[in-house]
């Protein structure tokens, strides 16, 4: 399978812990986006890479959370200290940036449960 | 501020029929308009997409509308099939962009 991944595809932590969700792009996309879902709502943007440049990141990534992707293929997102309202479904999405930019191709989401 | 409004939110539909949904937006350097189609703890699915310089683009049953002065432009699915049901998200960019701005999505039930 080439698509995007996610893992893990479910995540219950405690508030207060710490949570890493890892995502693999498809190989050829050098362009990365991390998006939170939560129920009901569209996908809301969250950050995005460009090979490993981080190039801009929303104001609902709070300091508390953190995204890397230190080679420019695999991505991780990181959320420090959790709250209950952390509860969503985190995607990742990528897309190329020849051919058809514009076309975000998304992975099946971590599903965070902060208890 | 929603970007991009999205109605209905949810929808019930018979094996066969047309379904409608439909998208607005105000931000005029909007320049690309994806469909995506999600099933329950899945992923966001690219459905279609369409450029404003085109009025419609049609891939099998699947039409989108587009109306530019209007700043609209809508999902058709002909002949829907109980396969069909799942939620529908418009969603608006700027070529080279690096974000898409979501609708808050149609739930979509075709009834057999």
């Known amino acids: 399978d080439t698509g995007v991944s996610q893992d893990p595809r479910h995540k219950i932590t405690k508030r207060g812990q710490n949570v890493t969700f890892r995502c693999d792009p498809i190989?050829?996309?050098?362009?990365l986006y991390w998006y939170r879902q939560t129920l009901g709502q569209g996908p809301e943007f969250l950050t995005y890479f460009q090979n490993e440049a981080q190039l801009e990141k929303s104001r609902l990534l709070s300091d508390r959370f953190s995204a890397e992707r230190p080679k420019g293929s695999f991505s991780t997102l990181e959320i420090q200290r959790t709250e209950q309202g952390d509860s969503a479904m985190y995607l990742c999405a990528s897309s190329r940036t020849s051919g058809s930019p514009d076309t975000q191709y998304f992975g099946p989401g971590t599903r965070l449960t902060v208890l | 501020q929603q970007q991009v409004k999205q109605s209905p939110q949810s929808l019930i539909v018979q094996k066969g029929g047309i379904s409608i949904i439909n998208c607005a937006y105000e931000n005029t350097a909007f320049d690309y308009f994806p469909w995506y189609q999600q099933f329950p703890g899945k992923g966001p699915a690219l459905l279609i997409a369409?450029?404003?310089?085109?009025s419609e683009k049609k891939e099998g049953r699947f039409t989108i509308s587009f109306n530019k002065s209007a700043k609209q432009f809508s999902l058709h699915i002909m002949d829907s099939q109980p396969g069909d049901s799942a939620t529908y998200f418009c969603?608006?960019?700027?070529?080279?962009?690096?974000?898409?701005?979501f609708g808050t999505g149609t739930s979509l039930t075709v009834i057999p």
């Open positions: 190989s050829e996309h050098n362009r």
């Open positions: 369409i450029r404003p310089d085109v």
């Open positions: 969603a608006a960019s700027i070529t080279n962009g690096n974000q898409f701005y």
